[in-house]
């Protein structure tokens, strides 16, 4: 990835950002892409967004130990304007070989490029801090930090959403072992052929 020239964005950047966290984590978080900080340092969320983000995962309580943060595209878009689809579709493949690497039982999106990766019909307004299921995996839309600090109302959207996050684990662990049916089931079910 820090190599990488398949996307214009390679052109712009000082740093790609791959991710940082735990190769056993059972939680992949993924952001849209870098800022200007995560691009000076090559690391995810470090600058106020991430501050909000560990923030919210103390409440859990989770620290950047327990989880891996990545985005969906590793370079930062320039003005942090949204990735475009062809940045997005060029390091799709890296995300999808992080998913295989890591397995995580709970796929947690920030803000609505993240999630309508997987989940190309939802709408991040109506499915923030929704517990889905996608593809054997659970996944948890939240909205992006950054909505978060522009606008008070989402904030505390995003403090209630975070603390369902240990029953998003639950529902993991019920669906691998095939008990009765967990909450997740009262949500659709957005598995595609
Ligand atoms: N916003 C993102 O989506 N990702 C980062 O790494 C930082 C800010």
Request: with cysteine; aromatic share 4%; glycine share 6%.
């Amino acid at each position: 990835m820090r190599s990488c020239t398949k996307c214009a964005l390679h052109q712009t950047r000082t740093n790609a950002v791959p991710g940082s966290g735990s190769p056993n984590a059972e939680i992949l978080i993924i952001g849209e892409g870098p800022g200007f900080n995560e691009d000076e340092q090559g690391l995810p969320f470090v600058g106020r967004s991430g501050k909000l983000l560990d923030e919210l995962l103390a409440a859990v309580p989770l620290s950047r130990d327990d989880i891996f943060i990545t985005n969906v595209v590793k370079c930062r878009p320039p003005d942090n304007r949204d990735p475009l689809p062809d940045e997005v579709a060029a390091c799709r493949p890296y995300l999808e070989r992080q998913l295989q690497l890591l397995n995580p039982k709970v796929i947690v999106t920030l803000g609505r490029v993240s999630m309508l990766r997987y989940y190309p019909e939802g709408k991040i307004s109506e499915d923030h801090g929704k517990i889905l299921e996608w593809e054997g995996r659970i996944l948890f839309p939240l909205y992006h930090p950054a909505a978060g600090l522009r606008n008070p109302a989402i904030k505390r959207e995003l403090q209630k959403d975070v603390l369902k996050l240990p029953e998003a684990l639950r529902a993991s662990t019920n669906s691998a072992n095939n008990s009765s049916p967990s909450e997740k089931n009262k949500e659709p079910n957005i598995n595609r052929p």
